[in-house]
């Protein structure tokens, strides 16, 4: 089943413990971001990737870190987490950085940093 | 700077309703807008992408129209199902790599 897959998809940590959230789909796609979703702010675009090594800021992109060295794979790194990084966050993946393509989007990571 | 704007906020109706669900946006300059489906505690599901050539789309109970001059797209569900509960969200592209600028959804209930 073509999906996109985030792990984990509940966590709880606390300020300043590094973490990865992790994020993989199957479907060959070239270009994959990261989105985060806040009430009141909707969503709004962290980073993204137009292939693999190659990277770039979204909208918010601080406080966040994040690598492409397989094609398949985009995890989403938090060096130091802090409270205003609670959020729900969402991988998403398109064939290419093409604008024609649909973008597809993970089930959610919902984190939580006391 | 994209704009996208939904409206209503929230909608309630009884099952078997046709509905609108609205969306309208700022710059009228996008490469396509896409419709999404968002159940509690789980992502995004993609329900139709409309380019910016293009003036609707069907899937099943669903069309999506784009009107690109009036910065407007509209979501049509038609006979409405308590399993069409969920909150519908309208995304543009228009510009940057790929960046959705989402609206902030339409909330839909549909009781039996």
């Known amino acids: 089943e073509a999906q996109v897959t985030q792990n984990p998809r509940y966590l709880i940590t606390v300020t300043g413990k590094k973490l990865t959230v992790t994020c993989s789909q199957n479907m060959n796609h070239e270009y994959m971001s990261w989105y985060r979703q806040d009430p009141g702010l909707g969503l709004r675009q962290i980073y993204y990737s137009m292939n693999v090594e190659v990277t770039d800021k979204g909208d918010v992109p601080e406080g966040y870190k994040v690598s492409r060295k397989e094609k398949r794979n985009f995890p989403l790194i938090l060096e130091s987490p802090s409270p205003n990084q609670t959020s729900l966050y969402f991988c998403?993946?398109?064939?290419?950085?093409?604008?024609?393509?649909?973008?597809?989007f993970g089930p959610g990571t919902r984190l939580t940093v006391t | 700077k994209q704009e996208v704007t939904q409206i209503p906020a929230a909608l309630s109706v009884p099952e078997g309703e046709n509905l609108v669900l609205n969306c309208s946006f700022t710059d009228s300059a996008i490469y396509n807008l896409q419709w999404f489906r968002q159940d509690p505690g789980k992502g995004l599901t993609s329900l139709l992408l409309?380019?910016?050539?293009?003036r609707e789309q069907t899937s099943g109970r669903l069309n999506a129209s784009l009107d690109k001059s009036s910065g407007r797209s509209t979501l049509y569900i038609a006979a409405s199902q308590p399993g069409d509960s969920a909150t519908y969200l309208c995304a543009s592209l228009s510009g940057g790599y790929n960046k959705l600028i989402f609206g902030a959804g339409t909330r839909l209930a549909v009781h039996p």
């Open positions: 998403a993946s398109s064939l290419t950085w093409d604008r024609s393509y649909e973008q597809y």
């Open positions: 409309i380019q910016s050539s293009q």
